[in-house]
């Protein structure tokens, strides 16, 4: 644990010195706090949800989270350290969990600053605190699957570049697969697939404020998943 803290403190104090955590952090409170209160009708609905901000998150992440984690691996090449980063007494899976727990630190912040948006919901109705709390945990769960996702892109992008757009494309592609379902005629069993594979999706469940575990069991397997093929990659390229 001692030696993931060390990674991690070194990774949040690259982000505090760097744009991209901040872009972040305003980007994602003001754009889901616009949509939410202003383009989504939440006066209009006249009733307390938070349905509607929850439910933009998947493409929010999709788009912004990918700032975070394009400079993991590809800005440590970039700066001539990554030879140096994976020679010192850490095991892959230290490096990674490090560089992971970073980020997660930098979303937990985030969702720590959108927490009036709840409380200013709950002043103007009876807003449901166990729904609020699915919702949140949804978010941090998703979030962690697609860090973990962008983390594994980063580790075999040459740029950071190249990192952001293959991340933003893929995340994109997972959160959004399964209006295919909707879109296209289907069999049945084939929109099944598709629905099952999907973190957008799987995330519904957590937006409408069902604790499902199965949905939670799926995006700690996709998260343990790709922070392992992380670890996995960088021990190839230790070793190649």
Do not use: K
């Given at each position: 644990m001692k030696a993931m803290l060390t990674?991690?403190?070194?990774?949040?104090?690259?982000?505090?010195?760097?744009?991209?955590?901040?872009?972040?952090?305003?980007?994602?409170?003001?754009?889901?706090?616009?949509?939410?209160?202003?383009?989504?009708?939440?006066?209009?609905?006249?009733?307390?949800?938070?349905?509607?901000?929850?439910?933009?998150?998947?493409?929010l992440l999709s788009v912004?989270?990918?700032?975070?984690?394009?400079?993991?691996?590809?800005?440590?090449?970039?700066?001539g350290t990554y030879e140096t980063l994976i020679t010192l007494p850490f095991t892959e899976g230290q490096l990674v969990l490090g560089k992971h727990m970073a980020v997660m630190a930098v979303i937990a912040l985030?969702?720590?600053?959108?927490?009036?948006?709840?409380?200013m919901v709950a002043a103007l109705g009876n807003l449901d605190p166990g729904v609020i709390v699915a919702e949140y945990l949804g978010i941090i769960l998703l979030s962690s699957a697609c860090a973990a996702i962008g983390q594994l892109v980063s580790s075999m992008a040459r740029n950071q570049m190249s990192a952001?757009?293959?991340?933003?494309?893929?995340?994109?592609?997972?959160?959004?697969?399964?209006?295919?379902?909707?879109?296209?005629?289907?069999?049945?069993?084939?929109?099944?697939?598709?629905?099952?594979?999907?973190l957008g999706y799987r995330f519904g469940s957590f937006s409408r404020g069902v604790l499902d575990t199965r949905d939670l069991a799926y995006f700690l397997t996709i998260s343990a998943g790709a922070l392992y093929l992380s670890a996995k990659n960088l021990s190839f390229a230790k070793w190649s």
């Open positions: 990674i991690a403190r070194r990774e949040l104090r690259a982000y505090v010195n760097s744009p991209p955590a901040y872009i972040f952090i305003v980007a994602l409170l003001i754009t889901s706090g616009i949509f939410f209160f202003f383009v989504g009708s939440f006066y209009a609905a006249n009733r307390a949800s938070m349905r509607s901000y929850f439910g933009l998150m998947p493409v912004l989270l990918p700032a975070l984690t394009m400079r993991l691996w590809a800005e440590e090449r970039r700066q985030a969702l720590a600053l959108s927490l009036p948006v709840p409380l952001f757009l293959a991340t933003a494309l893929l995340l994109l592609g997972l959160n959004l697969m399964y209006q295919l379902t909707v879109w296209l005629d289907m069999p049945g069993y084939l929109s099944s697939v598709i629905n099952w594979l999907s």
